[in-house]
């Protein structure tokens, strides 16, 4: 069974204290991992896709890196806006492609 | 541009009562997708349709139905609401194509957060 299993649950900064959120998986076979941010009340914003181990993508502060067994979002320099809750899903071949979404990790970057 | 729009954003049911969830896109996608979240669980899969014309049961379909009504518009329905179904309710879209999810990510309308007393 694919598993996705985010840390910390909950992840307190001051801002400008840079920091990384975790994502390990277990899915056979990797079609790619997506990162999302959500805001309160709202749904999931795109971030990033990567698709294979060693790939690299980076948006303004964040930065996305995956390995063969997990995935790290890199926070550098966070400011109050990044507040947010990051969800982590992986992408596996099957019946119907089956995405499994983790639990994220609710950030708050204090001023 | 509004993307995904689901309608409507609240609602409070009883028991037993009925309704339908609306999602639409102006993406020209062709696959769209019901989900819904739970507190300390991820999104979970309800239902799918990978091309207009066709749907078929993700992870936990039991307790609902859905309609492709056209390649724009993906219901959701709920005939006998169940407190186990509170929950809020996302739909989803990505391009797509015919029986595959591809790998492109989803697009996510705002949510509607459904409550059944």
């Known amino acids: 069974e694919d598993q996705v299993t985010q840390s910390p649950e909950a992840l307190r900064l001051q801002e400008g204290e840079s920091s990384s959120l975790n994502c390990s998986y277990t899915?056979?076979?990797?079609?790619?991992l997506f990162w999302y941010r959500q805001d309160p009340g709202k749904g999931p914003e795109f971030l990033f896709t990567?698709?294979?181990a060693g790939e690299e993508k980076e948006k303004e502060r964040l930065k996305a890196t995956l390995t063969k067994k997990e995935s790290f979002l890199h926070i550098t320099a966070p400011k109050p806006e990044d507040s947010a809750t990051y969800l982590c899903?992986?992408?596996?071949?099957?019946?119907?492609?089956?995405?499994?979404f983790g639990t994220g990790t609710k950030l708050q970057v204090i001023p | 541009n509004a993307g995904v729009t689901q309608t409507p954003k609240f609602q409070v049911l009883k028991t037993g009562q009925s309704m339908t969830l609306q999602c639409a896109q102006d993406m020209n996608h062709n696959s769209m997708y019901w989900y819904r979240q739970d507190p300390g669980m991820g999104l979970r899969l309800i239902y799918y349709?990978?091309?207009?014309?066709?749907?078929d049961k993700g992870e936990v379909p039991n307790g609902y139905n859905v309609s492709r009504l056209n390649k724009r518009e993906f219901s959701l329905r709920l005939e006998s609401a169940a407190p186990s179904q509170t929950s809020v309710y996302f739909c989803?879209?990505?391009?797509?194509?015919?029986?595959?999810?591809?790998?492109?990510?989803?697009?996510f309308g705002d949510g509607t957060r459904l409550s059944i007393l």
């Open positions: 899915v056979s076979g990797l079609r790619g």
């Open positions: 899903a992986v992408q596996a071949p099957g019946g119907y492609q089956k995405v499994t």
């Open positions: 349709s990978a091309s207009e014309g066709t749907t």
């Open positions: 990567l698709y294979s």
């Open positions: 989803a879209s990505t391009p797509g194509t015919s029986g595959l999810f591809s790998n492109q990510p989803q697009h």
